[in-house]
Structures are given as C-alpha cells and as structure tokens.
T-cell receptor
Framework: NAGVTQTPKFQVLKTGQSMTLQCAQD?????MSWYRQDPGMGLRLIHYSVGAGITDQGEVPNGYNVSRSTTEDFPLRLLSAAPSQTSVYFC????????????FGPGTRLTVT | AQKVTQAQTEISVVEKEDVTLDCVYETRDTTYYLFWYKQPPSGELVFLIR??????QNEISGRYSWNFQKSTSSFNFTITASQVVDSAVYFC?????????FGAGTRLTVKP
C-alpha cells in the first residue's frame, strides 16, 4: 500500500493563479481531510469529507474548494492564490472520522509570491 | 469551540533527562478524543497515541507515558530518558464530530 500520497511536493504560484493539490489514498478510507500548517499555529483543518460525494468546511475554508467524486481522491483547489495561502498542506485519511488515528501524506509546500 | 493549548513553544534538554510536554484542551462535548503526533525534522506526521474522553487510564509505551486528567482538562506527555532521536515537534490534538484542532506544537530538542 502506498498510503496517502500528495502531489506536487513543492509549488510556487503567483498571486491570482489557480491550482489543484492532489491527494489520494489506497486504504479504502471513508474520511479524508486537508490541513494547512503555518509556523507557530499547528495544523488547521481546511475541509473534510466523510465519504464520496460529501464534503464539509473545517476551521479555515476560505479560498479553498474541494470535491470527492471517488473514495480514493480528495483534491484541494485554490481558485485565486494569495500570499496568505503560503503554507505546508497536509492531506490525511482515516477509516472513519477524526476519532481514530489519521494517516497523513508527506505534505505539499506551497509558496505564493 | 474546541481549543488546544500547548504553552511550551520550545524545550531543550540533555540526553537522558526526563521531559514533560503539556497539553490543555477546551471542549463543551462529553465525547471527544485526544491525540499526540510527532513531527520529526523530515516533516511527516507520526501518530503516537489516542485517548477517548471516557478512558482516563494513564498509558505507558516504552519510554513514553501519557497522563490524562479530565478534572484539569490536560493530556500531558512524558518522555523518560530522552534520546537525540526524540528531537521533533510534538502536537497535541482534540477531535470531536469530524472536526480536529491541533495545538501550536512544542519543539523538543534533545542534545547529546
């Protein structure tokens, strides 16, 4: 099993550009989520999904869109990148919800100039 | 709203010292889950432990131990006889109803 994979590992965007961060898991997990990690702030939940076709907002959803068309994939879209979105982004999954261990991807380091 | 506070931003110890990382949480729910994750310099997040709100038993796993006290809303983590490989950022997290809140993390440096 590859676990949770994320692409790309690094990305530089200019303000206003759009892009999609990819996340995939091969563990048949129902729950998937996106976090951003900023210095001194820990990880903050952006969006999550409890199953294909179902998504919901987390603590910091503004500026990000998600969709879940399959169990395996949970892409995160930045429609118009801003410097405030410079961060490290982690995707995570679990069999069901956040009450059990989540498996994290390796992260994507995004810089918006 | 949920909140997790890790008051210690950075801790530095010498190898073989014991060290305790503090975690205080806030929640209105009676059912919740607490976690500790480790983030070594390589950047990945490593799960260490999970506790539910109905299980206040302390746990020991090798050199690691956890003290969960609902009366003080704390879930502290102790490393006994620290080693250089323990150097990492440690996060405490609180989960409730598919939402998860992390503390800001404590950077632990263990010097040889």
């Amino acid at each position: 099993n590859a676990g949770v994979t994320q692409t790309p590992k690094f990305q530089v965007l200019k303000t206003g550009q759009s892009m999609t961060l990819q996340c995939a898991q091969d563990m048949n997990h129902e729950y998937m989520s996106w976090y951003r990690q900023d210095p001194g702030m820990g990880l903050r939940l952006i969006h999550y999904s409890v199953g294909a076709g179902i998504t919901d907002q987390g603590e910091v959803p503004n500026g990000y869109n998600v969709s879940r068309s399959t169990t395996e994939d949970f892409p995160l879209r930045l429609l118009s990148a801003a410097p405030s979105q410079t961060s490290v982004y982690f995707c995570a999954s679990s069999y069901s919800g956040t009450g059990i261990e989540q498996y994290f991807g390796p992260g994507t380091r995004l810089t918006v100039t | 709203a949920q909140k997790v506070t890790q008051a210690q931003t950075e801790i530095s110890v010498v190898e073989k010292e014991d060290v305790t990382l503090d975690c205080v949480y806030e929640t209105r729910d009676t059912t919740y889950y607490l976690f500790w994750y480790k983030q070594p310099p390589s950047g990945e997040l490593v799960f260490l432990i999970r506790r539910n709100s109905f299980d206040e038993q302390n746990e020991i796993s090798g050199r690691y131990s956890w003290n969960f006290q609902k009366s003080t809303s704390s879930f502290n983590f102790t490393i006994t006889a620290s080693q250089v490989v323990d150097s990492a950022v440690y996060f405490c997290a609180l989960s409730d109803n598919n939402d998860m809140r992390f503390g800001a993390g404590t950077r632990l440096t263990v010097k040889p």
